[in-house]
């Protein structure tokens, strides 16, 4: 009954979220552009799809993965856990003893964003119009192995209180190094992957590691140290979707080297 | 039948793409944490929800999602209004940013924060003008974003210079904003891409970009969501200097 209860709510509040987009596209089809809407019922079921699944799945996260996934958010970071895994008997941790925090971090991030609906999305749009040249899981996969890797970054941020600005700055010089190499038909694609894999599935249990971590660690204030790890989750994943394109371009480029040379020593057998 | 067949595939594929998610709890619970799991039941039911909550959306997607933004794009450029284009652009962007729950949240949070460092005075007034302050803030950022990501795409500029330039515009501004606001900035561009929004926008550049003469859907279609991540955290960066 609870659940029922939850899903009525969620889905009350998933209609107000997606209410507003309906109301700015039907306003502007009908005042502004003046055309009725190519087949309007397959359209229409197609918005209560995406409100069932939209409810269904909250509703799923709220009370499936979120509770866990911050309960192991907890345990993980909890001092005494961190002390008995890393064997430390007394003295205070050092930055290495986290290891299993981190090794969370960047577990949690890789598949969380792999199940992202948003990226999904956009990983679809991206094999239809690149014709294939990028795949919907060559995509979803760099941009969650970017995550991983920002996620865990951010976490080792945190147990050592390095400010998050050096961190940021950084990595967007990197991107801007990455940006003037990488192949022009990627660039705009990877930027997007930045802005998408932040949203329904990542965000809550990434925001409960931090806040484990900053308060468990002295030192650290949980309001400003728990943030930032979204900016770790958002950044990363533009490197790693360029890092993807320039490695295919790479490989194209050597496959096409090897065949030119091969061709060259069949050339020259034949004299 | 043919269309069971259909529904059953889709949620086999929505599963692979929990697969990942069920295998690192599972691995965390049994190897590292080592407790018995609450609530067995309760979470096997949960997943179920996710995996046909994601069958569901993905179908509403590519039924309604994708072809409206593409059909609206589409009636945009034949009709060659840049004005009208560029209202609903950001209609588009604060509409649905000013309803996004995850940033009411942030927001909020943010109005604690900025009461504890004593930015502002530690009064529940105070800090709900704060939050809804920022609120509008990020929202019309988000909306100015879509504007000029799709005046980009009507021109044909590189997004790289945008971009980077906007990047600039963050590094030269973090050094002078309030330490408090900075992370609450740089997190506040990854809040404004809801899962309702993102595959919106993106049909949209994408279809600007193939129905506009001389663009090229790969190079110029995508970008409106980095835009949108982008301008934020400028905006919220201004706020927190002005405030």
Do not use: C
């Not at chain 1, 998408?196 to 400003?224: E, F, K, M, W, Y």
């Not at chain 2, 059909?71 to 649905?96: H, P, Q």
């Amino acid at each position: 009954m609870a659940l029922l209860q939850k899903i009525l709510e969620t889905g009350l509040s998933t209609i107000t979220d997606v209410l507003p987009i309906v109301l700015i596209i039907f306003g502007f089809q009908l005042l502004v552009l003046r055309q009725r809407i190519n087949k309007l019922k397959r359209v229409l079921f197609g918005f209560l799809y995406v409100l069932i699944g939209l409810t269904l799945f909250l509703v799923g996260l709220e009370v499936a993965l979120f509770p866990i996934g911050k309960l192991m958010a907890q345990q993980l970071t909890d001092p005494g856990f961190i002390k008995q895994a890393a064997g430390v008997v007394s003295g205070s941790l050092q930055w290495d003893d986290y290891a299993w925090v981190y090794l969370f971090a960047a577990a949690i991030g890789f598949s969380t964003t792999v199940a992202e609906p948003a990226l999904i999305a956009v990983a679809i749009k991206a094999q239809q119009v690149s014709g294939g040249a990028v795949t919907v899981w060559g995509l979803r996969v760099a941009v969650a192995v970017g995550v991983a890797v920002g996620i865990a970054l951010g976490a080792f941020r945190i147990v050592t209180g390095t400010p998050l600005h050096y961190y940021i700055i950084s990595g967007y010089v990197v991107v801007i190094i990455q940006t003037l190499y990488a192949p022009r038909m990627i660039v705009a694609l990877a930027y997007d992957s930045g802005g998408v894999t932040t949203s329904t599935v990542t965000v809550p249990l990434v925001t409960a590691l931090g806040l484990g971590l900053a308060s468990n660690i002295p030192g650290r204030s949980a309001l400003i140290d728990g943030f930032g790890l979204i900016a770790f989750a958002s950044l990363f994943p533009i490197m790693a979707v360029m890092g993807y394109a320039q490695l295919g371009e790479w490989r194209v480029r050597r496959n096409l080297h090897r065949k030119r040379r091969l061709k060259a020593a069949r050339d020259n057998d034949d004299y | 039948m043919e269309q069971l067949r259909v529904f059953a595939g889709s949620l086999l594929s929505s599963f692979r793409d929990l697969l990942p998610i069920i295998l690192v709890v599972a691995f965390f619970q049994i190897f590292v944490i080592r407790q018995p799991v609450p609530d067995f039941g309760r979470i096997l039911t949960g997943f179920m929800l996710v995996i046909f909550g994601l069958t569901f959306f993905i179908r509403g997607l590519e039924q309604a999602l994708f072809p409206i933004g593409e059909s609206i794009a589409n009636a945009f450029a034949r009709k060659g209004n840049v004005f009208w284009l560029l209202l609903f652009a950001f209609a588009l962007g604060f509409g649905t940013t000013i309803a996004e729950p995850a940033l009411t949240a942030v927001t909020a949070k943010a109005a604690i924060i900025a009461a504890r460092e004593g930015a502002i005075a530690d009064d529940k007034a105070v800090m709900a003008n704060y939050a809804l302050g920022l609120r509008l803030t990020v929202a019309f950022s988000v909306g100015v974003a879509i504007v000029v990501g799709v005046f980009r795409i009507i021109r044909g500029w590189p997004i790289q210079y945008l971009i980077m330039g906007g990047y600039a515009g963050v590094v030269i501004m973090t050094f002078f904003a309030p330490p408090e606001i900075i992370g609450i900035a740089y997190d506040s561009g990854g809040v404004t891409t809801s899962t309702v929004t993102v595959p919106l926008v993106t049909a949209l550049g994408v279809g600007l970009a193939s129905s506009i003469k001389g663009r090229n859907p790969m190079i110029d279609g995508f970008g409106l969501i980095a835009f949108a991540s982008l301008t934020p955290i400028i905006f919220v960066l201004g706020y927190g200097m002005i405030i």
